[in-house]
Each structure stands twice: as C-alpha cells, then as structure tokens.
C-alpha cells in the first residue's frame, strides 16, 4: 500500500497562514486525484480543496479565497497553503491520494489516506 507522509500543522493566530504537505510513498506512483479533507471535534468530514491530474481544482466553499491547492510533480507532493485562518479552519487535515503504483510484485490502484495533521486556529 502507498503511505501518505503529512506535514505543516500547528497553532496559528486568526489571521495567520499555515502551508500543509503531503507527499506518497514509493517512486513508481501515478497519480489522479489529490486532496485535502478535515474533521472538527463533533462533525463530518468534509472536503477542503481537491486537485486532479488534469489540473482541476475544487475548493469547499468555507475556503474559497483563502485556501489553495498545489502540487510539485518531480516530487508528487500536494500542498495546501491556507491564509486568513478563522477559529473555524480548526479540524484535523487529512491528505487523500488516488492512483496506481508498482508495489507487492504488481501495478495496483490505490487510494490512500495520510495520518492527519493538527491545525489549530486561536482567535
């Protein structure tokens, strides 16, 4: 199975910035979709920005203006740059990528979750 290694979470004043990454293992990986999901304390998990290979991207509403999603191919990792944080953003960010890689003597598809990366807006 592929592992997602996720970094960037912290505590920020309201206001603030925070990048997030996330980057699979293994080098023999294509990817089609990438994504940032979160959960608060007491809710569902929700979309926060998708990418997918093509470029496309979809944003939650909540974060239209302010989040942005990105990749690096040569290193197939996803980032997420969130400004204007709000208490609200506060959730754990979860990475999600879907693709194929070579692993286990055979190319297999994937779909992936990273552990998740604390994000703590204080206001």
């Known amino acids: 199975q592929v592992q997602l290694v996720e970094s960037g979470g912290g505590l920020v004043q309201a206001g603030g910035s925070l990048l997030l990454s996330c980057t699979p293992s293994?080098?023999?990986?294509?990817?089609?979709?990438m994504a940032w999901h979160r959960q608060a304390p007491g809710k569902q998990r929700e979309l926060v920005a998708g990418?997918?290979?093509?470029?496309?991207?979809d944003y939650g509403d909540s974060v239209k203006g302010r989040f942005t999603i990105s990749r690096l191919i040569a290193k197939n990792t996803v980032y997420l740059q969130m400004n204007s944080l709000k208490s609200e953003d506060t959730a754990v960010y979860y990475c999600?990528?879907?693709?194929?890689?070579?692993?286990?003597?055979?190319?297999?598809?994937?779909?992936?979750w990273g552990q998740g990366t604390q994000v703590t807006v204080s206001s």
């Open positions: 990418l997918t290979s093509d470029g496309t991207t």
């Open positions: 293994g080098s023999d990986i294509s990817i089609n979709h």
């Open positions: 999600n990528v879907r693709g194929g890689a070579w692993y286990s003597g055979r190319w297999r598809q994937f779909d992936s």
